[in-house]
């Protein structure tokens, strides 16, 4: 794996409180400058498909305010979706000895912010190119393209997250470097148009949601960990 070196730019980490995050903006746009155009050259039947995929973006883009749980022993949801895996890992990478992996699925209709499930500090940040399988499938944790953060808890117990791309999606953003402190339900990055986070967290965690449930990023409580 490399080091993932994208740089955040001039003005650090996004504000929390953007109602569309800044990266759709450029899309939104350039549909919206089209359905104008549309309108103008062929009337409604070319213009109102293309107000209706400006609408889309905007909502694709969306970041909702959310009340993140405040007792510190618990994990949230990195992302809205649905639990597609739930399952134990002998020796995954980054982490030292075994964890429990639980995989959320986010379809082209689901909020893709990305929000921290613990309050900790950003170890390490590892970018790994590959593949673009369909994000639900359970090869995809090993052959997609991905981010993978490593967080440690104040009292040093660590969670590895992974931003997984998916079939659609073809670019992964993270603002996170290592150094940096994020809180329980803090935005720290999203993927675009598809796709899926893994959490991977210590064995002893009581998993706190099942197959098939749907999640909330920031507020659904996923997992209980003791001694965070």
Not at 198 to 207: F, I, K, Q, R, S
Request: aromatic fraction near 6%; proline fraction near 8%; hydrophobic fraction near 50%.
């Amino acid at each position: 794996m490399s080091v993932f070196v994208r740089e955040r730019g001039p003005s650090g980490p996004p504000p929390m409180d953007e109602a569309i995050v800044r990266e759709g903006w450029p899309f939104a746009a350039i549909a919206g400058g089209l359905a104008v155009l549309g309108w103008a050259a062929a009337g409604p039947w070319a213009g109102v498909p293309l107000l209706a995929l400006t609408a889309f973006t905007l909502n694709f883009f969306r970041n909702p305010h959310r009340d993140v749980p405040a007792d510190p022993g618990v994990v949230v949801a990195p992302a809205d979706g649905v639990v597609c895996e739930v399952a134990d890992e002998a020796s995954p990478r980054l982490l030292d000895g075994p964890a429990r992996r639980l995989s959320i699925f986010m379809n082209v209709l689901d909020v893709h912010v990305n929000r921290s499930p613990i309050a900790g500090v950003v170890r390490e940040v590892v970018y790994n190119p590959g593949r673009f399988l369909a994000a639900n499938v359970p090869k995809a944790s090993l052959e997609n393209e991905q981010n993978a953060l490593v967080l440690e808890s104040a009292a040093g117990r660590r969670v590895l997250l992974v931003q997984i791309a998916g079939l659609v999606a073809r670019r992964i953003v993270n603002y996170a470097r290592p150094g940096d402190r994020l809180a329980r339900g803090q935005r720290f990055g999203l993927i675009r148009f598809g796709s899926r986070v893994d959490v991977y967290l210590p064995d002893d965690a009581e998993v706190a949601v099942a197959l098939g449930q749907r999640v909330v990023g920031g507020e659904t409580v996923i997992a209980r960990l003791s001694g965070v």
